[in-house]
């Protein structure tokens, strides 16, 4: 079975200081993408940040960044200067491909973690 | 503005009364999904559907049924909801490319008494 395990269910940084969340992920797959998203108290889910397997570059958006381990299949998320507007549960996300669906294109699979609640403490 | 539209937002019901959670995207997007979030259970996949009239299950669809007669349109009915659907539900879509970016709605939370 595909896995994806945040070990840390919670984690605290101060303001400006720069904080790593882990994920890793468990897969038979070469290509997928991973993915972190950030679900602040508003709930809404946005998206902070995409990873494709087969590029070897860390992905970087802005003071996010990510430290891709395909062999380790470690994914983790650095938040740097970490700001107020931070605070909020990440979740670690990687697609898998289901096989052939019925509509357009293949059928792709969200597989999510149980997420990492971040405070951002001024 | 290019965004997923549920409603209602916040809804209080009783156990066996029909409900429907509408979502609506205004992004063209093929894919269309719900899920809902649980406490220690993370997102679960209740519904999808790759275009219209296409849909199929994810990994939690018991007591829930999905409909797909518009591109834009994706209404997840509870015909007859018990206490153990009480949670946040999130639309969520995405091109049929591959992407992968999911845009997701504001969430619904539902309590069934």
């Known amino acids: 079975a595909q896995t994806v395990t945040q070990s840390q269910p919670e984690m605290s940084v101060q303001e400006a200081e720069t904080v790593t969340l882990s994920c890793t992920y468990d897969t038979s797959e070469n290509n997928y993408y991973l993915f972190w998203y950030k679900q602040p108290p508003s709930r809404q889910m946005i998206l902070v940040i995409r990873?494709?397997?087969?590029k070897q570059q860390n992905a970087t958006e802005n003071r996010f960044s990510v430290n891709f381990q395909k062999a380790a299949k470690s994914f983790s998320l650095k938040i740097s200067d970490s700001q107020l507007g931070d605070t909020a549960m990440y979740f670690c996300a990687f697609m898998k491909q289901v096989g052939k669906g019925r509509g357009t294109g293949n059928n792709r699979k969200l597989i999510w973690g149980l997420g990492t609640s971040l405070a951002v403490n001024p | 503005e290019a965004q997923v539209t549920q409603n209602p937002r916040y809804l209080i019901t009783v156990t066996g009364k029909k409900l429907t959670v509408t979502c609506s995207q205004n992004?063209?997007?093929?894919?269309m999904s719900w899920y809902r979030q649980d406490p220690g259970l993370g997102l679960r996949q209740i519904y999808y559907s790759m275009n219209v009239e296409v849909t199929d299950k994810g990994d939690v669809p018991e007591g829930y049924k999905v409909s797909r007669k518009e591109k834009r349109n994706f209404p997840l009915i509870l015909e007859s909801p018990s206490p153990n659907q009480t949670s946040l539900y999130f639309c969520?879509?995405?091109?049929?490319?591959?992407?992968?970016?999911?845009?997701f709605g504001e969430g619904s939370r539902l309590t069934v008494l």
């Open positions: 990873q494709e397997a087969y």
């Open positions: 969520a879509s995405r091109t049929g490319l591959n992407t992968g970016e999911l845009f």
């Open positions: 992004m063209n997007h093929e894919y």
